[in-house]
């Protein structure tokens, strides 16, 4: 196979990160293979063909009918191994990050998790943007290894429509691997909320300002008027525990692409600012002018948000007749 005809990977458990990565595959100007693990439908195969992927690997085996960590990825890295593809893009979600690194190991190849950005440069090499530092800074790397394996944020890309006429080549595989060394007891799946932050298109968030969690009702009361959601930065969720993960936005939490957000008592890290990077109008509330979320912000109120927080409600139910 020749260097222009190598492969870019992508597989992922979700199939809404699925058709992300293969959009993003697709923007590297390379072939596309998607790879699909154990036994699937087969309409399941042509909607990948027709979001974007160029070849579909089906990879079949007796070790391969449910998610397990090692069988799973032994029969990625046989394959990969045989094919030397360019990059192997995973999700970066929980699966994924369990399967980078051992593929990665296995083929003694390159990991970069956590991508928040693919590109090629002028001389045609793959290009990687991530967070660095604990979120403090941005990191671009280049591949300079004949192959990598990466795991990409979710919404860093696009899907592309779904085109019903797209013709693409699908290559079954049967890959023996050795059994699990985990014995799976029982499955419970962690119930989710109803909250559905990327899809959200106003999203109303706090942060550190806030000195009890019953004061999360005022975030509450601008995203009832406004019919949006609420978010909040790290610390609510992962150190306070205030508000579900599902809430929680930023590099290790959700990215989010909403048409207003705003930002109460958030100082706003790189670690946020990355989460919201896509937005398309800011509004921050906070008593220093100079925090990162305002000089960020399209609009930014200096100010107590105990203040501020209900005379926006009232304005906001004034203008929407609420």
């Known amino acids: 196979m020749s260097k222009t005809e190598r492969e870019i990977w992508v597989f992922s458990e979700d199939q809404t990160t699925f058709n ?26 042509k909607d ?5 992927a160029d070849k579909v690997y089906v990879i079949e085996g007796p070790q391969l009918s449910e998610f397990q960590p090692e069988p799973y990825s032994e ?4 394959l990969a191994r ?15 990050r369990e ?15 956590d991508c928040t950005g693919l590109l090629r440069d002028t001389e045609g090499a793959l290009v990687m943007e991530r967070v660095a530092y604990a979120g403090k800074g941005l990191a671009t790397l280049k591949s300079i290894s004949q192959s990598l394996v990466c795991t990409v944020k979710p919404r ?30 029982r499955r419970e799946h962690k119930p989710k909320g109803k909250v559905n932050l990327p899809e959200a298109k106003i999203v109303v968030s706090g942060g550190r300002g806030f000195k009890k969690k019953e004061d999360l009702i005022l975030l509450q009361e601008s995203a009832d ?18 508000l579900p993960e599902e809430h929680h936005i930023g590099i290790s939490g959700i990215s989010i692409k909403p048409q207003l957000y705003i930002a109460a008592g958030i100082s706003g890290q790189l670690h946020h600012l990355v989460g919201i990077r896509d937005s398309r109008i800011v509004a921050a509330i906070n008593t220093d002018k100079d925090a990162p979320i305002m000089v960020a912000s399209d609009y930014a109120l200096v100010g107590d948000l105990y203040t501020l927080m209900p005379e926006l ?3 906001f139910r004034e203008l929407l007749k609420r």
């Open 20 to 45: 992300e990565l293969l959009a993003g595959g697709r923007s590297l100007g390379s072939k596309v293979c998607a790879v699909q693990i154990g036994d699937k439908p087969s309409e399941e195969t």
């Open 48 to 52: 990948l063909i027709n979001m974007g």
């Open 75 to 78: 029969a990625l890295f046989t």
């Open 82 to 96: 045989r094919e030397r593809p360019e990059a192997i893009l995973l999700g970066a979600t929980r699966r994924g």
């Open 99 to 113: 399967l980078a690194p051992r593929v990665a190991a296995a083929m003694g190849i390159g990991c970069v998790a």
């Open 156 to 185: 860093v890309f696009e899907p592309l429509s779904s085109d019903s006429t797209r013709v693409g080549e699908i290559q079954r595989e049967v890959v023996e691997v050795k059994p699990s060394r985990v014995t799976l007891v």
């Open 225 to 242: 008027i406004l019919g949006g959601e609420i978010g909040c930065s790290r610390p609510l969720s992962s150190d306070l525990g205030w």
């Open 313 to 315: 409600a009232k304005a």
